[in-house]
């Protein structure tokens, strides 16, 4: 069974950066596009950026411009970095796998925070 565990999330101003990180067990990681999720209270949750195994990417209207999705398939690793960060950027982040049929159970996601 592959988890998935992430991290980097925090409470960070109007207009600053953040970097979180998804690290996965299993080799799976490495042949299926992941992305970024994310839920903030009282609503659904919603994808906010995708990679490939190849590298493309692609991001919500939302994000574009902001938030950059990497990965490294040598690590099991992805990451979000998320710049110009905006209140209404506040929500758990989860990562997961974005076919439907291969994703697993969700992790504990990890809170950004935007506030003065």
């Known amino acids: 069974q592959v988890q998935l565990v992430e991290s980097g999330g925090g409470l960070v101003q109007p207009g600053g950066s953040l970097r979180l990180s998804c690290a996965a067990s299993?080799?799976?990681?490495?042949?299926?596009?992941m992305g970024w999720y994310r839920q903030a209270p009282g609503e659904q949750r919603d994808l906010v950026a995708a990679?490939?195994?190849?590298?493309?990417?692609n991001y919500a209207d939302s994000v574009k411009g902001r938030f950059t999705i990497s990965r490294d398939n040598v690590k099991n690793t992805m990451y979000l970095q998320m710049n110009s960060l905006k209140p209404e950027d506040t929500a758990v982040y989860y990562c997961?796998?974005?076919?439907?049929?291969?994703?697993?159970?969700w992790g504990q996601g990890t809170q950004v925070t935007v506030s003065s």
């Open positions: 997961n796998f974005v076919s439907t049929r291969y994703q697993v159970d």
């Open positions: 299993g080799n799976i990681f490495r042949i299926l596009t």
């Open positions: 990679i490939t195994t190849g590298g493309g990417t």
